[in-house]
């Protein structure tokens, strides 16, 4: 299953960027979705994540006041929204599909990957 990732670039530290990340068909319908992030030498760390109707979504402590998750299952899409963005925020984004309805900040609970998008803060 291939995921796509949309929406990183190059931004400014302060401001903000909207990440998409497309499922195909009705893979994640019933799943709950994540993104994670990573630098280069690092481990892929969670950034948040959102139960498969929306309705119980997570944050780690370092974005859960400047970040949103979203999705729109007619879209067959999930979102991050990331405001008031810092230099720490630069990382590869993943979008993730669980293996269940729910959520969780372990990746071994997520079965599919997307192949990432690049977001740069500079200072």
């Known amino acids: 299953v291939q995921l796509q990732a949309f929406g990183g670039g190059l931004v400014q530290a302060g401001g903000s960027l909207r990440l998409s990340c497309a499922v195909p068909?009705?893979?994640?319908?019933?799943?709950?979705m994540a993104w994670f992030r990573q630098v280069p030498g690092e481990e892929r760390e969670f950034v948040a994540a959102?139960?498969?109707?929306?309705?119980?979504?997570s944050a780690s402590d370092s974005v859960k006041d400047r970040f949103t998750i979203s999705r729109d299952n007619t879209r067959n899409t999930v979102y991050l929204q990331m405001n008031s963005l810092k230099p720490e925020d630069t990382a590869v984004y993943y979008c993730a599909v669980g293996r269940g309805s729910g959520y969780s900040a372990d990746r071994s609970f997520y079965r599919y990957w997307g192949q990432g998008t690049l977001v740069t803060v500079s200072s």
């Open positions: 959102i139960s498969w109707n929306g309705g119980s979504t």
């Open positions: 068909g009705r893979t994640a319908s019933n799943n709950g």
